[in-house]
């Protein structure tokens, strides 16, 4: 069956330092990744998506890989402050908008 | 543009009695999804529906949740009877058709005791 692991179930890190957070799939050929920040008590809310055939994507202080040879996808926040503080999810869907599947999420705390 | 409306944002019921929640997806979007999350976890998705029809429902414990979106514009959720277990927030979600990026309501969040 389809599974998604993130790297791990919480993460501190400095601020002004990058966050690293990472995804892994097995049993599974996504055409799309997305990342999504949650706050507590609140619904996720998108962030960035990747195509299969893309390696990196950029928004802001936002980077994300995608490597389907690894099945791994790599989140990056740089220069990280405590507003970054949330739980980060990655999901990911087919190329119907299909079986739109999440991972755990990894809590990210940025301490000042 | 409005986002995806759900209500109500928080409801305490008795194990065995029902519930239902409510869903307003983006105006337009033809692809609504409801998910479960239980806390420290990622959603789970319960049900997707494209227009008023179902497109996957594996997921969904038939003998006590269902579902409807009858004109495929708003959806209900309703669980009948409740569990302790199915404490959890209830994320009502939508896309466009064959979109890939999901828009999230800010989720109902239910206590059974």
């Known amino acids: 069956s389809q599974k998604i692991e993130q790297n791990s179930e919480a993460l501190n890190i400095q601020e002004g330092k990058t966050a690293t957070l990472t995804c892994n799939y097995t049993n599974y050929s996504p055409a799309y990744l997305q990342w999504y920040r949650q706050d507590p008590g609140r619904g996720p809310v998108f962030l960035l998506l990747?195509?299969?055939?893309?390696k990196e994507k950029r928004k802001e202080r936002l980077k994300v890989t995608f490597d389907t040879t690894l099945k791994q996808s790599l989140f990056h926040i740089t220069a990280s402050q405590p507003a970054d503080s949330a739980t980060y999810l990655c999901?990911?869907?087919?190329?119907?908008?299909?079986?739109?599947?999440f991972g755990p999420g990894t809590r990210l705390s940025v301490l000042p | 543009e409005a986002g995806v409306a759900q209500s109500p944002r928080y409801k305490i019921i008795e194990k065995r009695q029902s519930v239902a929640f409510w869903c307003n997806p983006i105006?337009?979007?033809?692809?609504l999804y409801w998910y479960q999350q239980i806390l420290g976890q990622g959603p789970k998705l319960l049900i997707q529906f494209q227009n008023n029809g179902v497109v996957d429902d594996s997921q969904l414990p038939k003998d006590r949740f269902s579902a409807e979106r009858l004109k495929g514009v708003d959806s209900t959720l309703k669980i009948q009877p409740a569990k302790l277990e199915d404490s959890a927030v209830y994320l009502c979600?939508?896309?466009?058709?064959?979109?890939?990026?999901?828009?999230f309501g800010e989720g109902s969040w239910l206590t059974v005791v």
């Open positions: 999901g990911f869907t087919d190329n119907y908008g299909q079986n739109f599947v």
């Open positions: 979600a939508s896309s466009s058709l064959n979109g890939n990026t999901i828009y």
């Open positions: 990747i195509r299969e055939n893309e």
């Open positions: 105006s337009g979007h033809a692809t």
